[in-house]
């Protein structure tokens, strides 16, 4: 009888690791600030990251919701 290993258990987890999400600001490497606004009309997720320190925005992402 076949079982999965805890070797093989932890691979499958491991794909998650990838899906890193960076947290630190381009410019000065400080930690950003996130806001996740729902935008009803387009079924989306609006996520923004901002530094506090330099007061630029890094990143505008958009969230599909099915
Ligand atoms: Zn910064």
Redesign the pocket.
């Known amino acids: 009888m076949k079982k999965l290993t805890q070797e093989q258990q932890q691979d499958q987890h491991q794909h998650l690791d990838f899906i890193e999400l960076q947290n630190n600001?381009?410019?000065?490497?400080?930690q950003?600030e996130f806001k996740v606004q729902a935008q009803r009309e387009s079924f989306s997720v609006r996520e923004e990251a901002s530094?506090?320190?330099?007061?630029?925005l890094?990143r505008i992402k958009d969230h599909k919701m099915h």
């Open positions: 600001c381009p410019l000065c490497g400080g950003l530094c506090p320190t330099c007061d630029v890094a």
